[in-house]
Nanobody
């Protein structure tokens, strides 16, 4: 069964850090681009960051550039999103997803169930 499972979300104070993980099962991530997306209440889903399968090229939304870092470990079949200097506006449900195509970082085809990130004092 093809599955993506996110973990690492939680409650953090402004300025803090979290690392999200996305573990794949039932298929190998090697040949797929991986993306992290988020959706806050009342807002549309946003492509936060994506990484290509082959060259490791990355994309970041302007709102997270310089604060978030996407990475992948194909040997562990896992992707990560390191989030630093978190702001209250980063509060959302974060999803990982995969697709054969790296860009656009938007309508990926296989999705995880999401993990909640709340940034609040």
């Amino acid at each position: 069964q093809v599955q993506l499972v996110e973990s690492g979300g939680g409650l953090v104070q402004p300025g803090g850090s979290l690392r999200l993980s996305c573990a794949a099962s039932g298929f190998t991530l090697d040949y797929y681009a991986i993306g992290w997306f988020r959706q806050a209440p009342g807002k549309e889903r946003e492509g936060v960051s994506c990484i290509s399968s082959s060259t490791g090229s990355t994309y970041y939304a302007d709102s997270v550039k310089g604060r978030f870092t996407i990475s992948r470990n194909n040997a562990k079949n896992t992707a990560y999103l390191q989030m630093n200097s978190l702001k209250p506006e980063d509060t959302a449900v974060y999803y990982c997803a995969t697709d054969l195509f790296f860009l656009p970082c938007s309508n990926y085809t296989t999705w995880g169930q999401g993990t909640q990130v709340t940034v609040s004092s």
